[in-house]
Structures are given as C-alpha cells and as structure tokens.
C-alpha cells in the first residue's frame, strides 16, 4: 500500500499549482480521500477531501474558491488543483485515505503517504 503525493515546488503568490496523489496496490474505490498540509510552528489543518466512488467534496473555509479537488478513476489518482495561491498556503501538503472518514480530521484515515513541499514567495 503506497500513496505517492507530487507536484509541489515554489510558486509566486497568486500563481497555481496541481498536486497529484497516486494510489499503489490498492484501488481507490470506497475511500475518502483526504488533502492535509503542515507549516512550521503551525497546527496540521485539513484543507480537502473527496469521496473517489461519487465524486462528493468538501473544502476547508481558508481554501474554498481557489482549490479545487478532483479524481481520475482509470488512474487511480486525486489531485488538488491550487488557484490564487498565497503565502500562507506554504506547507507540506499530504495525502490520506480512509475507509469511514467523513470530514477533514487526520484521526479520521486509516493511513497516510509522504508529503509534498509547497512554497509560495516572491
């Protein structure tokens, strides 16, 4: 079971970013699939998740009209595409999954990958 989380790197504020999370030996199906992010010296906040089966989605209120989440079901993967990116949106950014999660709580999912770096700065 791997969950491979990319496409991070360093952006301009109000640039854009997509960040992808591939699913390797297990499928996707029946998961809710969760976006988390981590600064230094910050609290680990949740800013994204989508049920893979219907496509449902929820979006933390700081992230909401600039990110948008989505999936491709033939290659197993979510991704996060970041708009209007700021400087506070600078952050290890991760994926997770889980059988039951419902919202954006990390205790929530059952297993989580390595990180992407995220950095927003002129």
């Known amino acids: 079971v791997q969950l491979q989380a990319c496409g991070g790197g360093l952006v301009q504020p109000g640039g854009s970013l997509r960040l992808s999370c591939a699913a390797r030996g297990f499928n996707l199906d029946y998961y809710t699939i969760g976006w988390f992010r981590q600064a230094p010296g910050k609290e680990r906040e949740g800013v994204s998740r989508?049920?893979?089966?219907?496509?449902?989605?929820y979006y933390a209120d700081s992230v909401k009209g600039r990110f948008t989440i989505s999936r491709d079901t033939a290659r197993n993967t979510v991704y996060l595409q970041m708009n209007s990116l700021k400087p506070e949106d600078t952050a290890a950014y991760y994926c997770?999954?889980?059988?039951?999660?419902?919202?954006?709580?990390?205790?929530?999912?059952?297993?989580r990958g390595q990180g992407t770096q995220v950095t927003v700065s002129s």
């Open positions: 989508i049920y893979f089966t219907t496509g449902s989605t």
């Open positions: 997770a999954v889980g059988v039951s999660a419902y919202g954006l709580r990390l205790g929530e999912y059952d297993y």
